[in-house]
């Protein structure tokens, strides 16, 4: 069975620090970009960041550059995003994406809550 | 950026009925659109990939279409589990972009 599971989400105060992690299972990791998603209270979906399978390419929506910072560890089939300057604006759940046919995330994890508030 | 707009924003609807959701990106994204549905509470799931092609799993009630900036899909008969919100998704180029939204309610 194909399973990604995210954790690391918390309370945080405003311009704390935060890393959130997802580990990949049932497939082979390497092959696979990978993306964050995150859902504020009551809002809809916005992509945060995308990883290639070799982390060779990244790219992150502007309301997270320079403060977000995504990267993976293939040996441990596992994603990172690392968050730092942390604002109330960035309270969201956070979701990991495994990309799939033209870019479709066709396997996503159950989502992890990072607060920020003080 | 592209631009992702869906409408409605919100829908009413019956057990059995017929329901199409569009989406319209602002350029031109060739076949790159997804279409997510969502319950509360839970992740996202895939239903349509490339505008037309249904995801592994997904019963064949739902269909999408379209090319370019303009795309639907369809829910050919509504069932109780379908109650949800919808999401189309550009993945043509980064930002890859979400619409708003479209939920369905029960009628």
């Known amino acids: 069975e194909v399973l990604l599971v995210e954790s690391g989400g918390d309370l945080v105060q405003p311009g704390g620090s935060l890393r959130l992690s997802c580990a990949g299972s049932g497939f082979i990791f390497s092959d696979y970009g990978m993306n964050w998603v995150r859902q504020a209270p009551g809002k809809g979906l916005e992509w945060i960041s995308y990883?290639?399978?070799?982390?060779?390419?990244?790219y992150s929506a502007d309301s997270v550059k320079g403060r977000f910072t995504v990267s993976r560890d293939n040996t441990k089939n596992s994603l990172y995003l690392r968050m730092n300057s942390l604002r109330a604006e960035d309270t969201a759940v956070y979701f990991c994406a495994r990309d799939a046919y033209d870019a479709a995330f066709d396997c996503w994890g159950q989502g992890t809550l990072v607060t920020v508030s003080s | 950026d592209i631009q992702m707009t869906q409408s409605p924003s919100s829908l009413s609807a019956s057990v059995g009925d017929r329901v199409t959701i569009t989406c319209r990106a602002s350029?031109?994204?060739?076949?790159?659109l997804n279409w997510y549905q969502q319950e509360p509470g839970k992740a996202p799931n895939l239903l349509i990939y490339s505008a037309s092609n249904l995801q592994s799993g997904v019963p064949s009630r739902f269909s999408g279409s379209g090319s370019g900036t303009d795309f639907t899909l369809t829910i050919s008969s509504l069932q109780p589990e379908d109650f949800a919100t919808y999401y189309c998704?550009?993945?043509?180029?980064?930002?890859?972009?979400f619409g708003q939204g479209t939920r369905l309610e029960i009628k």
């Open positions: 990883i290639s399978r070799d982390a060779g390419i990244r």
């Open positions: 350029q031109s994204i060739s076949n790159y």
């Open positions: 998704q550009q993945s043509y180029s980064s930002p890859r972009s």
